[in-house]
């Protein structure tokens, strides 16, 4: 009985210190990464068992998968990272599609043969919609040496903060 409490001890340690490091991390990246935007695509605003959320949807995620091709397609699950480039606003465009400095990498996971490029939604206060209904871009935050990228808010169509 007393070996069987000892493994839960440790299991739960293991299991809290992984997900504090994760936290760790994230909140790493969200003090010291480049600050990237990133063009949203069409948006559904809200969600009725999940409460008040935006799902997200990015055509440069479209544009990674197209470039694929196909004979490249990842398997699902499978954790690859992009190049982008970034404007003089910031605003990211995958290497080679446009005017741009050095490129930086992105990660991005395939789930249901889609790019997610770190999340698919922004949760925000219910009865809050209307604030952030004129979002046209997600503002994140990018580790530039592992290409994670964490969203820290939306942005209006002149990248105002919403």
Do not use: C
């Not at 209904?133 to 990248?159: C, H, T």
Request: glycine content about 12%.
């Amino acid at each position: 009985m007393t070996t069987t409490r000892l493994l839960i001890a440790i299991g739960a340690v293991l299991v809290l210190g992984a997900v504090n490091y994760s936290i760790l991390g994230k909140e790493r990246i969200k003090s010291n990464g480049e600050v990237v935007f990133i063009e949203l695509g069409p948006r559904d605003p809200r969600s009725i068992m999940q409460g008040d959320y935006m799902a997200l949807r990015f055509p440069l995620a479209q544009r990674i998968a197209a470039s694929w091709g196909p004979a490249g397609a990842p398997r699902e699950g499978e954790v690859r990272t992009a190049g982008i480039t970034l404007n003089e606003q910031r605003v990211a465009t995958l290497a080679g599609a446009g005017p741009g400095g050095p490129a930086l990498p992105i990660r991005y996971r395939v789930r249901n043969h889609e790019v997610w490029l770190g999340t698919n939604a922004f949760f925000f206060e219910e009865g809050s919609e209307k604030r952030f209904a004129p979002a046209r871009y997600g503002e994140f935050r990018l580790d530039s040496a592992s290409g994670e990228a964490v969203l820290v808010g939306l942005r209006d169509a002149k990248l105002n903060p919403l």
